[in-house]
């Protein structure tokens, strides 16, 4: 039988570890903030015909050893672009508009401008974003705990949290750019995430009633092992999808694609491992009767 209660601290651990290194990873290097957020460089370049976003950003990227943020396709016919990366020195800018005269037979007439800009993702943006997350995460919490009890309400939003702090240390463990992608996928996961632990909860809500007299970690036990094939299946089938898109996707689509999948194993993991585990927790620091085994 599967017993994840037994083994409650294995899976505590994995966890700790992972977000343990992202807070030192972020503390040594910090996060690989994009353009959008902290401001950089951007080099207008009129190409005059139809050009590969990825060749443009490996050529840049290889001439000036800085990692392009987005190459967009600009103009009425498509034929121009808009180059973005961090701030770029006046002898890197030269190395870069070097390389794109020499690689696509440019003329010094199509580089149009080489500009530093502002962020354009604001102080404002991220304030609503985080509110926005705050909002969802307390609506979640009163609808679960009017549907279950409170308990489970503290143990959902404990696995939320995880599944955020796991998504933040593969960015600073990995240096990942962080851009609106990060935004758009941490509020995405939030909703995806508790589908799977309403999932569980609702089910070991049926169980409790079945089995007034067992303890409660059994309950828990019985109804992971009910839900697993679901949670496995929903999982694979949302991991295949995001692969291929991963795959064949032009850059601005794998850049979300990757925090996406972050998101959906650390949903999967603290819905199954943990999300049972946190009420299990909750009860016994309140005391309630019939929680431990026997």
Same mark, same amino acid.
């Given at each position: 039988?599967?017993?994840?209660?037994?083994?409650?601290?294995?899976?505590?651990?994995?966890?700790?570890?992972?977000?343990?290194?992202?807070?030192?990873?972020?503390?040594?290097?910090?996060?690989?903030?994009?353009?959008?957020?902290?401001?950089?460089?951007?080099?207008?370049?009129?190409?005059?015909?139809?050009?590969?976003?990825?060749?443009?950003?490996?050529?840049?990227?290889?001439?000036?050893?800085?990692?392009?943020?987005?190459?967009?396709?600009?103009?009425?016919?498509?034929?121009?672009?808009?180059?973005?990366?961090?701030?770029?020195?006046?002898?890197?800018?030269?190395?870069?508009?070097?390389?794109?005269?020499?690689?696509?037979?440019? /003329?010094?007439?199509?580089? @149009?401008? =080489?500009?530093? *800009?502002?962020?354009?993702? #604001?102080?404002?943006?991220? &304030?609503?974003?985080?509110?926005?997350?705050?909002?969802?995460?307390?609506?979640?919490?009163?609808?679960?705990?009017?549907?279950?009890?409170?308990?489970?309400?503290?143990?959902?939003?404990?696995?939320?949290?995880?599944?955020?702090?796991?998504?933040?240390?593969?960015?600073?463990?990995?240096?990942?750019?962080?851009?609106?992608?990060?935004?758009?996928?941490?509020?995405?996961?939030?909703?995806?995430?508790?589908?799977?632990?309403?999932?569980?909860?609702?089910?070991?809500?049926?169980?409790?009633?079945?089995?007034?007299?067992?303890?409660?970690?059994?309950?828990?036990?019985?109804?992971?092992?009910?839900?697993?094939?679901?949670?496995?299946? /929903?999982?694979?089938?949302? @991991?295949? =999808?995001?692969? *291929?898109?991963?795959?064949? #996707?032009?850059?601005?689509? &794998?850049?979300?694609?990757?925090?996406?999948?972050?998101?959906?194993?650390?949903?999967?993991?603290?819905?199954?491992?943990?999300?049972?585990?946190?009420?299990?927790?909750?009860?016994?620091?309140?005391?309630?009767?019939?929680?431990?085994?026997?």
């Amino acid at each position: 039988m599967l017993n994840i209660i037994k083994h409650r601290y294995i899976y505590y651990s994995i966890s700790a570890v992972i977000i343990l290194i992202g807070i030192v990873m972020a503390f040594v290097n910090g996060f690989n903030q994009d353009v959008e957020f902290i401001g950089g460089t951007e080099i207008s370049v009129a190409f005059g015909k139809e050009f590969d976003n990825d060749e443009v950003a490996k050529v840049v990227s290889d001439a000036t050893g800085v990692q392009v943020s987005s190459v967009q396709k600009t103009g009425d016919a498509k034929t121009d672009a808009s180059i973005k990366m961090l701030e770029l020195t006046s002898e890197q800018r030269d190395q870069a508009t070097t390389a794109l005269k020499e690689h696509f037979g440019l /003329t010094d007439e199509g580089i @149009l401008s =080489v500009d530093s *800009v502002s962020a354009t993702v #604001g102080s404002e943006l991220k &304030r609503n974003a985080l509110v926005g997350a705050i909002i969802a995460v307390v609506l979640m919490l009163i609808y679960i705990s009017i549907r279950f009890e409170i308990l489970s309400g503290c143990a959902a939003v404990c696995a939320l949290i995880h599944d955020v702090l796991i998504m933040l240390s593969i960015y600073t463990i990995f240096q990942l750019p962080v851009d609106t992608s990060l935004i758009a996928a941490l509020l995405t996961i939030l909703g995806y995430s508790i589908n799977a632990t309403i999932v569980l909860f609702d089910c070991v809500r049926e169980n409790a009633k079945l089995r007034r007299k067992e303890p409660f970690e059994n309950i828990i036990n019985e109804s992971v092992k009910q839900t697993m094939g679901r949670s496995v299946n /929903t999982t694979i089938t949302t @991991l295949i =999808v995001l692969v *291929v898109l991963w795959i064949m #996707g032009v850059t601005s689509i &794998r850049t979300f694609t990757i925090p996406i999948i972050t998101g959906v194993v650390a949903g999967f993991y603290s819905s199954v491992f943990l999300s049972g585990n946190f009420w299990v927790l909750f009860k016994k620091l309140r005391k309630d009767k019939n929680v431990t085994a026997q």
